[in-house]
């Protein structure tokens, strides 16, 4: 039933479809570990119980979500491989050492303090206990900075030479690791990251907060994702923005996708608002513009000239529409949660943050609002530097296995049916823990399970749930 | 050579350090899943489940290492291996994938416990078998032509890699129910117990068959293994095979709880030595050797001193966690 298709498109498609996927997962657990960190940290300072509350509260989510990232990110670690075995021999000696390092430094740091964090509140001390938190916080950041470093030399190859066998060679590592493009992405994902967490928290407390004022633990949550919205906020979009000026520095090319200029503008090239890309026809149909406005942009002066697609051999040109409409979604939804920013700060002004049911009707559809904004944004600089695996310099169509399309297909198949599953069942029990109010005594993961200071096994419990009907 | 030490040499035992400690470790985790169907509903499988839970993620990262490792330091052996054996890889990223996502969801959702009970044992299941299958495959040779895998994408399939498939299963669950001997007591113990004489006899009878068969793959095989003078030093492995697999059937027959446990241990480490002397001095046979397949000096040079300072680390740490949740799983809130 494959046959028809284009192995390397079927391969593609498998990795955006499980990077999307995976990326998911940590681009909520980077934020929520650093959360629970916080928690943890005000409530054996402060010492009032709500916090403790909800960081149980919380805790229980994280590992549902950790477990997910976990088994979709050795997926990852093997597809590179798999479907990718050109790229993994050309690009390996410079990206591996990066993802190793990844490994040493990060995975087995979370893995190692995982167990302890989520089990093991009474059987280490506090302090041990918060260090196992702040461990796997700090595990997650680490994670972050050496994959988007890998990532970042494939947008901005520095520092490699090029040997015999075809393959790129570390040269000099400081300006692999530290490539151009590698400060500003990683200040723009983890601020996702914040920001995406931050719109899952504060949609938890104003969903129980829309149904009970006065609870103490909604109250909390929602104050504080509002706060972190509020100053993350305005302070994304403008590393947005450096990151957009970075990429018109060395990927320009992407930029004229994103912008939608299918012509150069020798004097002030027009910002598109909307408009279909059609590429075929080297133009926007429908465009709304505001002239001019893009060089303010990107140029910071209304008459500068803005090169376009006209300028570049089409076989340079990534696939224009999507890259001109992920890039708008992401910015839609970037204005949209600045927007909820400073409404909650009004709200805080007028001291009707607990008390104002509108911003909590935005707060709560706001929830899943990081995650389309993080991911329209990979798919804004992944999609945008095609037609290239490292760019301008290795193409996708040369970095593929050669492996015929039906296996390609019929493994994308099996992803697609095994994560839905899997990951849509994953989904619904992180809502279902989070259509719970926080309520004072909060019970860690494990109270309903063996491994505890009690000693108690869970069975009779089980047993309980299932004669009364009731879920976990 | 600088350091006075052969890199790809040295990164080709970090590699196969790596896959022993997956394979041991992740190796009782997995048995313990493919155990679970032949334990009773209830205390029994839950208590065998949270003996695990703490630390199954980190065992699976040690696999993440072996890919993350084989990436970096062979990337050449890395694309090579993973394109040739698509099939069984992918069927154990997925299986991994549901039994991992069991270990909470069973607990979440008690509806559907027993459909998650399911995905739990038939993930390790699979996820053990097509690892025994990848490297029976391995053994049989992958066939290259420039720098890329140039067979059919059913050449893994053979007699001899069902066969290492079904003695991985075989040998996991003997790991697994070794396991549970050591972490748990009462009715799970003594049910555990029973398995484990049978599976120890299954492993050995396995092993046995694997390798017998090994040498009569490729003729190199059979040099490495006979050619005298080294047959002197390869004739070690079967020896202490002998030594570990008398200790291990005494050890149960007095009903010890750690020593089966340690031996099944060692009969993995002794299976990846001679998985070593079979494919030494290649990476992927027949053609590829290791220094062929190894990324350039500066790569391996860079990661040299994050192996030697982190990896004792991570192995402290790891070491800490065990020690943390050790004992009997469900009565160490008492002490």
């Not at chain 2, 040998?171 to 129910?177: C, E, H, I, P, S």
């Not at chain 2, 068969?213 to 080294?230: G, H, I, N, S, V």
Request: hydrophobic share 55%; aromatic share 14%.
């Amino acid at each position: 039933m494959f046959e028809s298709f284009d192995a390397v498109f079927l391969a593609r498609l498998q990795f955006a479809f499980t990077v999307s996927f995976h990326f998911i997962f940590p681009s909520f657990s980077i934020g929520l570990a650093s959360y629970l960190a916080v928690l943890e940290a005000l409530w054996l300072w402060t010492g009032r119980s709500v916090y403790l509350d909800l960081f149980k509260y919380w805790l229980k989510i994280f590992a549902l979500a950790f477990g997910m990232g976990v088994v979709s990110g050795i997926v990852m670690s093997y597809q590179f491989g798999t479907n990718w075995s050109v790229f993994s021999d050309k690009a390996g000696p410079v990206i591996g050492p990066l993802m190793a390092y990844e490994v040493l430094t990060a995975f087995f740091l979370e893995a190692g303090f995982l167990g302890v964090m989520l089990f093991g509140m009474n059987r280490v001390g506090k302090g041990l206990h918060f260090t196992a938190t702040l461990a796997v916080a700090v595990g997650t950041f680490f994670s972050a900075f050496w994959i988007l470093s890998a990532n970042s030399w494939m947008h901005t190859p520095t520092g490699h030479a090029i040997n015999a066998g075809g393959q790129f060679v570390p040269a000099d590592w400081w300006a692999i690791i530290f490539n151009p493009s590698f400060p500003y992405r990683l200040v723009h994902t983890v601020f996702g990251a914040y920001l995406t967490t931050a719109l899952v928290v504060g949609a938890v407390g104003a969903w129980h907060l829309l149904r009970e004022k006065g609870n103490e633990g909604a109250r909390v949550m929602f104050s504080m994702a509002m706060g972190m919205i509020a100053v993350v906020a305005p302070l994304q979009i403008f590393a947005g923005d450096q990151h957009g000026l970075n990429t018109l520095e060395h990927q320009p090319v992407k930029v004229m996708a994103m912008e939608g200029h299918f012509k150069s503008y020798p004097d002030g090239a027009p910002l598109v608002l909307f408009g279909w890309p059609d590429e075929a026809a080297g133009k926007n149909l429908f465009a709304v513009e505001i002239p001019k406005a893009s060089s303010l942009i990107l140029k910071h002066s209304w008459d500068a000239p803005l090169k376009g697609l006209d300028t570049v051999d089409r076989k340079e040109w990534p696939p224009v529409a999507v890259v001109f409409w992920s890039f708008r979604i992401m910015v839609g939804m970037g204005m949209l949660m600045l927007t909820l920013g400073l409404f909650s700060l009004l709200a805080r002004a007028r001291k009707r943050l607990y008390d104002w049911p509108l911003l909590h009707r935005f707060a709560l559809a706001m929830g899943p609002a990081g995650f389309v904004a993080v991911i329209a944004g990979w798919v804004t600089t992944e999609v945008g530097r095609q037609p290239y695996t490292v760019y301008g310099l290795l193409r996708t169509v040369d970095s593929a296995s050669a492996l015929d399309a039906p296996a390609v297909g019929a493994s994308l198949l099996a992803f697609v049916v095994v994560y839905f599953f899997a990951f849509g069942a994953g989904t619904y029990y992180i809502l279902k823990l989070m259509s719970h109010p926080p309520h004072r005594g909060e019970e860690g993961p494990r109270r309903d399970q063996p491994v505890r200071a009690a000693g108690i096994t869970p069975a009779p419990q089980v047993a309980e749930n299932i004669a009364t009907g009731k879920g976990a | 050579m600088p350091f006075g030490i052969d890199l790809p040499m040295f990164f080709a035992f970090i590699i196969a350090f790596a896959i022993l400690a997956y394979v041991v470790m992740d190796g009782f985790d997995l048995g313990v899943g493919i155990l679970f169907p032949f334990l009773p509903v209830g205390r029994e499988r839950d208590s065998a489940m949270n003996s695990i839970a703490p630390v199954w993620d980190g065992n699976e990262t040690w696999l993440v290492m072996g890919g993350g490792g084989m990436l970096a330091a062979f990337p050449l052996a890395y694309g090579m291996i993973l394109s040739a054996l698509y099939a069984p890889i992918i069927a154990m990223l997925l299986a991994l994938v549901f039994r991992g996502v069991a270990f909470e969801f069973r607990w979440r959702d008690p509806r559907h416990r027993a459909l998650w009970d399911v995905a739990f044992s038939t993930g390790s299941i699979v996820a053990a078998f097509a690892q025994g299958v990848t490297l029976g495959a391995l053994l049989q040779g992958v066939a290259v032509q420039n720098r890329t895998y140039a067979g059919g994408w059913f050449d893994w399939l053979s007699p001899f890699s069902v066969l290492v498939g079904v003695s991985l299963v075989c040998g996991y669950a003997l790991l697994g129910a070794t396991w549970l001997v050591m972490k748990s007591e009462g009715s799970l113990q003594e049910r555990c117990h029973r398995f484990a004489f049978r599976l120890a006899v299954g492993t050995i009878v396995a092993m046995a068959a694997v390798s017998a068969a090994t040498p009569f793959l490729r003729e190199a095989y059979w040099a490495r293994w006979f050619a005298w003078p080294q047959v002197l030093f390869t004739a070690q492995v079967p020896l202490l095979v002998v030594i570990v697999t008398g200790i291990l059937f005494w050890s149960l027959k007095r009903a010890h709880h750690y020593t089966p446990f340690l031996m099944a241990l060692a009969l993995f480490g002794l299976g990846l030595a001679g998985l070593g002397v079979s494919l030494y001095p290649n990476i992927v046979p027949p053609s590829v050797t290791i220094w062929e397949a190894a990324a350039p000096h500066d790569s391996l040079k860079f990661m040299l001193p994050g192996v030697l300072v982190l990896v004792p680390i991570i192995l402290a740490y790891t070491g800490y966690s065990y020690w943390v949740f050790r004992g009997k799983t469900g009565h160490e809130g008492y002490h």
